[in-house]
């Protein structure tokens, strides 16, 4: 069975940290492009971060030197560090899986097997 998970999201004052988590089953993490997207309410969802197979890493400028997208291959599991978080950043978290030749951040079209999200908020 084809699965995501997310995990690690939560709640945290400006300027703090967090890691989340996204365990796959089903597939390799390591055979596709796999992203990070976020969607705040009232917003589209907007890439945050990508890894490639051959381990090329693209980022928001939005979140450029504040986070950092890795995985852990035996773990089969995509990670993504957050620090210096801003208010601006509070929105759902979903990893996914590029399709053949798709890794890009500007569209979430091509990617599939999303997960059910993980909530990051940060206060002010």
Not at 12 to 34: D, E, I, K, P, W
Not at 82 to 109: F, I, Q, W
């Amino acid at each position: 069975q084809v699965q995501s998970v997310e995990s690690g999201g939560g709640s945290v004052q400006a300027g703090g940290s967090l890691r989340l988590s996204c365990a796959a089953s089903g597939y390799s993490v390591s055979n596709y492009c796999m992203a990070w997207f976020r969607q705040a309410p009232g917003k589209e969802r907007e890439g945050v971060a990508a890894i490639q197979s051959d381990g090329r890493i693209m980022s928001a400028d939005s979140v450029k030197g504040r986070f950092t997208i890795s995985r852990d291959n035996a773990k089969n599991t995509l990670y993504l560090q957050m620090n210096s978080l801003k208010p601006e950043d509070t929105a759902m978290y979903y990893c996914a899986r590029g399709e053949l030749y798709v890794c890009y951040l500007h569209s979430a079209l091509g990617y599939n097997d999303w997960g059910q999200g993980t909530q990051v908020t940060v206060s002010s």
